[in-house]
């Protein structure tokens, strides 16, 4: 097998799609573009950033990928921020901000030639978004990258975070509802996943075993995951509830695996509840897992009967995409960027509370035909729509826009 990523991605999603990628690389051929982020383990950018990295890199670009580096109450404060964006009402006290502030005008200290000299640098969510300010010397193009559910924050906090983002030359959300008014160009983009990965590639029965068998799972009875950080917006809660009101009709097994993300203070607090709401219950299976148990996690979703992501808040939800990939019917929330993958009825059920995730786990159970052809439909979506094929394209398409401003057609031959 060819070591070219492209080739590779070529055998998936045709010549058509590589082609196209190859082209619009061609002007961006050497310019330095630089990711920033707040985490390289955990989370859904760390794990888009792991795979695009290399796929920029092999069509000619020179990307890098930095981490904002912080202490205890600066993370405490960017996980407040992050609270309150996503809709939680609460005042961030002073002296948070004062950290959050200090702690990006340290990292600007280190990373600021860096940052100056690049062609492109994209800052992905609130954590390092002062960075811009304190760059005097930019020469580049600085796009903002918010990936949470911005749909109702909570104004104070928009306000304060607003100050910071306005003077960046771009924004990109993943959904409409999620954009705020700005006075620079805002684009939609959706993220993606990497079929090749280790989280998303076809596994080996023989694996698939061991993973029953690691996690003491009967193959037997129809299994339900849920993959996400121990996150109160991920409702870890409800998932049990819809479990116990489903298992009352069809025999069942629950998993709820996460591991924790370095930027987030709140997860042992949110798996502690979460142990103690499965306490004796032996079918329900809480899981810490280390932050590269990429093909535990691919072979819990593939030995699933039906993945769960029962978010009350959610940017896009790659546990979502990764299922359907896997030809699995999602039963989501009915928020944010899960309707963007779950098309209700279709590719999966859209639903608002525990009681009815456990209609639709118990409807799917005992309907078995419509569970397969609704996973049929969702892998066939994410190839249509979701892979990381397509996020690149976007995002050279982006590059290309933006440093031609106002030429209303970019010429690529
Ligand atoms: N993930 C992981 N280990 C965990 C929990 C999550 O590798 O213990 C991965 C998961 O497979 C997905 C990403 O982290 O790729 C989570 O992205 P998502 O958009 O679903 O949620 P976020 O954590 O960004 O809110």
Redesign the pocket.
Known sequence: MTDLLLDQYQEIVGEDVINSLRQLAEPLSGAKVVHLNSTRE????A?ILHRMIPLKEELGLEPSWEVIKGEGEFYQCTKYMHNTLQGNRFEIPQPLLKKYEETNEENAERLRGQLEEADFVFIHDPQPAPLLNLCPGRRGKWIWRC?IDVSRPYRPVWKYLRNFVEPYDASIWSLAEFAQPLHHPLYLIA?S?DPLSD?NQELSKKELQEVFKRSKLDPDRPIIVQ???F?RFKDPLGVIQAFRLARQFVPLQLVL???G?TDDPEGEEVLSEVQAAAMGDLDIHVML?P?D??RT?NGLQRISDIVL?KSTK???????T?AMWKGKPVIGGEVGGIRLQVHNHHTGFLVNTPEGAALRIRYLLTHRDKLEEMGRKAHQLVLENFLITRHVREYLTLMLAILRGTEERIELV
Do not use: C, M, N
Request: charged share 20%.
């Open positions: 955990g989370g859904g950018v794990e990936h993220p996943i989280k993959v996400s950080r996150d695996a996460g591991g993300a897992l932050s148990a990429h996690i992501q959610e940017g896009f939800g790659l546990t979502v990764e």
